[in-house]
């Protein structure tokens, strides 16, 4: 199984304002304009998150992730499922990952949770988009690990929003 990281950071890292809001997002919102989202979610058949991205699209009106096998890792599952979402307790993402050996591509989302797939030497690339605002505290998308190194598979800058987008896959000396 393939996983992918798609997320946006502010220009000095963060994915969230310390609250878990990112709201800076919406300085580059433009009509029409997903930025390559709907095109790389057509590839994935499993979303893994940890409990406050959940938490965050739970509170949507309308559930982006219909279709989908999503799994939750949280030591504390809500009261109430939104779907059909499984709520997975473990610590261990390469007993996630093996459990779910079956799909073909996963996106793999949440501060926490990318650090512990990329910890964990699971994570096959990485496409980050860099929303040109300083936001000055929150939530790294990464937190401290061992040294990985990715290799530059693709790039995209929109000028109108000034939003730069990257694209890595992990780096094999093969």
């Known amino acids: 199984?393939?996983?992918s990281v798609f997320i946006a950071t502010s220009l000095d890292g963060f994915i969230a304002r310390p609250n878990g809001t990112f709201d800076f997002l919406d300085t580059v919102a433009l009509p029409g304009e997903d930025y390559g989202y709907a095109k790389f979610f057509e590839t994935v058949d499993t979303l893994i998150v940890g409990r406050g991205t959940y938490d965050v699209v739970a509170a949507f009106k309308d559930w982006p992730w219909g279709g989908k096998k999503v799994v939750v890792l949280t030591s504390r599952p809500p009261a109430t499922k939104k779907a059909n979402e499984d709520f997975v307790s473990t610590r261990d993402v390469r007993e996630v990952h093996a459990k779910l050996s079956g799909q073909k591509r996963a996106y793999v989302d949440g501060g926490k949770v990318i650090s512990q797939?990329?910890?964990?030497?699971?994570?096959?690339?990485?496409?980050?988009?860099?929303?040109?605002?300083?936001?000055?505290?929150?939530?790294?998308?990464?937190?401290?690990?061992?040294?990985q190194r990715f290799k530059l598979t693709g790039s995209q800058a929109w000028l109108q929003s000034g939003l730069v987008q990257v694209?890595?896959?992990r780096f094999s000396a093969k």
Do not use: K, Q, W
């Open 1 to 3: 199984m393939i996983c």
């Open 167 to 169: 694209r890595y896959e």
């Open 117 to 147: 797939f990329l910890d964990a030497d699971l994570i096959d690339d990485l496409t980050i988009s860099i929303v040109p605002m300083r936001i000055g505290t929150g939530l790294p998308l990464f937190n401290p690990g061992a040294e």
